[in-house]
């Protein structure tokens, strides 16, 4: 059987990226979201163990220590992780992964996992999404021009993703991302040799 | 404004390579067929300018001396090649381009243009192939053992392709390939500079 695919997606802070992969998931029923940890506070409508795993510094410097991360990075204030368990086993079995992460997540899963294919989600424009921002009225200046920031700087990371899709229309979007993790399973390069004939089986 | 995609398929003889490359056309308005050139006679149904050029063997060897074709093979009785003009002019306006090829010219067009994205139509069984060859009654003991023997050969190219994808039913096979052409059009290798935020555009 061959292995299950590893999907990463990421996307400036913003762009739509929860919605559009929603739509994905629900696109694809071999598809599971692999849930990371995090040690910031949860937002208004986020679940435990859906969303992220909430841990307490504490509790994921332990995870650290027994090395149950394949991968973790370290923000000014929060850890964020990706758990082995979540993606490893999974992927054995045949199952595809998708992982929503940030430049540096997604690049150091890129060089334990080449094989994986990344996916960034683009806006239809800068305008367009520092108008988005600016119109949600929640940020304080400080904070607006600190994501804008934080924008500019992860726009240089684009190029080394495998995928750039825009996200106008949300299910058009999640229509490009379902075509690629599609077009993925039929390559030669992720058949078995037992395959050859009939290598999307 | 991105280059066109030259995208190759090849495919065992008898596989139905044929309907599927015309539902692929017909799917994608930007996608246009190369006609190759050869020097072995139509069969019944086949026009010249469409599904080749027929040409005569000092014919063709007049372009050869003309530099006129990106790449050309010889099987053990006819020519066969590609030329210039069907390919980088159009790639370079923005048009797709789609080929059929058999291994040796896939191979040969790899070479020359590293970006191109090969694909191989395999039938779901080599015992299903073997029997609708059999089952058309139009070949000669003789003929079905050199045809079989060439499968066997030609099978040994697939792991080279970038994709391959089974012709079970032509219309989803079709879909298949559609797919990918698609979903390489959104590779950030193949976009502008100038496209960082709307790179399928």
């Not at 299950?4 to 629900?26: A, P």
């Not at 910031?40 to 332990?62: H, M, Q």
Request: aromatic share 10%.
């Amino acid at each position: 059987m061959a292995k299950g695919l590893l999907v990463v997606i990421s996307g400036f802070s913003g762009v739509g990226k929860g919605t559009v992969i929603q739509m994905v998931l629900d696109a694809l029923p071999n598809l599971r979201f692999s849930v990371s940890c995090t040690t910031r506070a949860p937002r208004p409508g986020e679940t435990d163990g859906v969303n992220y795993y909430f841990l307490s510094e504490s509790e994921f410097e332990e995870k650290i220590a027994k090395g149950e991360f394949v991968e973790y990075t370290r923000t000014f204030t929060n850890y964020y992780g990706t758990l082995r368990s979540e993606i490893d086993g999974p992927v054995a079995a045949g199952v595809d992964i998708l992982m929503e992460l940030n430049v540096v997540g997604a690049a150091n899963i890129k060089k334990l996992y080449p094989y994986c294919v990344t996916v960034f989600v683009c806006p239809p424009s800068y305008e367009a999404l520092k108008a988005r921002l600016v119109g949600r009225g929640t940020e304080s200046e400080e904070s607006l021009r600190r994501r804008l920031n934080e924008i500019e700087a992860e726009s240089r990371s684009i190029p080394y993703y495998d995928y750039a899709v825009t996200n106008v229309v949300a299910k058009e979007c999640a229509d490009k991302i379902v075509g690629i993790i599609n077009s993925e399973h039929l390559r030669t390069s992720r058949a078995d040799d037992l395959d050859i004939f009939h290598p999307e089986d």
